[in-house]
């Protein structure tokens, strides 16, 4: 593997482990500073995770913009340099309200997953990107495993431990990327910065002059409305229906991660070649929408470990609709695709904690009518179904 991709993964990694570092230590960290009873201390996670999600939002877009302009290299090694001193304020931060801030920061340093994207699609020739963005996929599947892993085994030193150990993550992928970046914007490719196609609405807008790139989108922002129930509630929901530890709750998520590194990194050039990029989408859903729907009844710890590799099939549908859009974008615009679909993606983050962890409050708060933690998952379920109907009447081919 070269180098360079490498470096990518890394950075890939190092966002996500910004979610999953958080996910078992969370209960904890916010009855630690709020004293509060799990179905509050969920509504607390979801404003935070809302709060990383609306930075990615606003800034994921400006980045990929930034990075058409003065090149991919400074954006991604600067972002890096600031992730690490925000994991080192949130690693000394005594007040929720440091935290948050801490969240608002690293939801900006974390939105270069447009960059890091357009990077990879820089370096591939058209017939790879597909699969080459599937090893983006798998940079952040690692870090989901990664992540929770450090974050459920560090939470016996306590709850700030894991902050630490993802600063010196961020530090170490600064000093590589330092010496194996090479910079792929070229006079030739080089756009102008404009603000109108660099904030998340305007960048939104110009993908509506894309014939049938819109469906594909509300397809990839459902998705990942559904996909995000993983990070907001799991570790509320391992807590109140199956009494799991930190501990516990950071190796299922580890789990669950390998299983997305596979799939995404493996399985996805077999799907792609049985099925084709479409079908793929197709058979992705299906498993998603299932999988979505046994984790919302089930009771059994057990058996929520044994349907975590079923659930992780659903993640070769996000690479497979960016191999179908990004073949109908230019190749100077590509930052801002993924510009484009990184906002989509933190636009759906911004809804998805909100709802996900109202909902898991309403059924599991004292006094509730009707009991049922897995609610959140069922309402993904459903939002998995309206994806897989647009996107069987999306259109195959654009003129």
């Known amino acids: 593997m070269r180098p360079a991709v490498l470096f990518i993964m890394a950075t890939v990694m190092i966002d996500a482990m910004g979610i999953g570092l958080m996910m078992p230590v969370m ?7 709020r004293g509060l009873a799990l179905s509050d201390a969920a509504l607390w996670g979801g404003v935070m995770a809302t709060s990383f999600a609306v930075m990615q939002f606003l800034f994921g877009p400006t980045l990929g913009g930034l990075s058409d302009r003065y090149g991919r290299r400074p954006v991604l090694l600067t972002s890096l340099v600031v992730m690490a001193i925000d994991y080192v304020v949130m690693a000394l931060a005594g007040s929720i309200w440091l935290l948050l801030i801490g969240r608002i920061v690293g939801g900006i340093t974390a939105a270069t997953h447009a960059t890091a994207t357009a990077y990879m699609a820089d370096i591939s020739a058209p017939e790879n990107r597909t699969k080459n963005f599937g090893l983006i996929g798998a940079g952040f599947g690692i870090g989901f495993v990664l992540g929770p892993l450090i974050g459920g085994l560090l939470a016996e030193y306590g709850t700030r431990a894991p902050f630490w150990a993802a600063a010196a993550l961020a530090t170490a992928n600064v000093v590589l990327g330092w010496f194996v970046l090479k910079e792929t914007v070229t006079d030739a490719t080089r756009r102008p910065f404009e603000w109108l196609r660099a904030n998340p609405f305007g960048a939104l807008r110009q993908l509506r002059k894309l014939p049938g790139v ?34 516990v709750i950071g190796l299922s ?15 996805i050039r077999l799907t792609l070649k049985w099925f084709g990029e479409r079908g793929t989408v197709n058979f992705g859903f299906v498993f998603a929408i299932a999988s979505y729907g046994a984790i919302g009844v089930i009771t059994s710890g057990t058996l929520a470990l044994i349907l975590t590799p079923i659930a992780a099939i659903g993640g070769v549908i996000p690479p497979a609709l960016q191999g179908v859009m990004s073949r109908r974008v230019d190749a100077n615009a590509q930052g801002e695709l ?10 759906a983050m911004i809804l998805s904690p909100l709802a996900m962890t109202a909902s898991f409050s309403e059924f599991t708060k004292d006094g509730t009518t009707f009991y ?9 379920m459903a939002l998995s179904i309206l994806a897989l109907a647009i996107f069987v009447f999306s259109p195959r081919k654009t003129t």
């Open 214 to 247: 819109l469906p594909l989108v509300a397809v990839y922002f459902l998705y990942h409305v559904a996909f995000a129930v993983y990070p907001s509630v799991w570790s509320y929901f391992g807590q109140e229906r199956f009494n799991w530890s930190a501990s």
């Open 27 to 33: 209960p904890d960290l916010i009855r630690e500073v």
């Open 253 to 267: 998520l580890a789990l669950f991660g390998v299983a997305m590194a596979l799939v995404q990194g493996g399985a």
């Open 338 to 347: 993924q510009g484009a679909l990184t906002s989509t993606t933190a636009l």
């Open 372 to 380: 049922l933690p897995g609610a959140p998952f069922l309402l993904a």
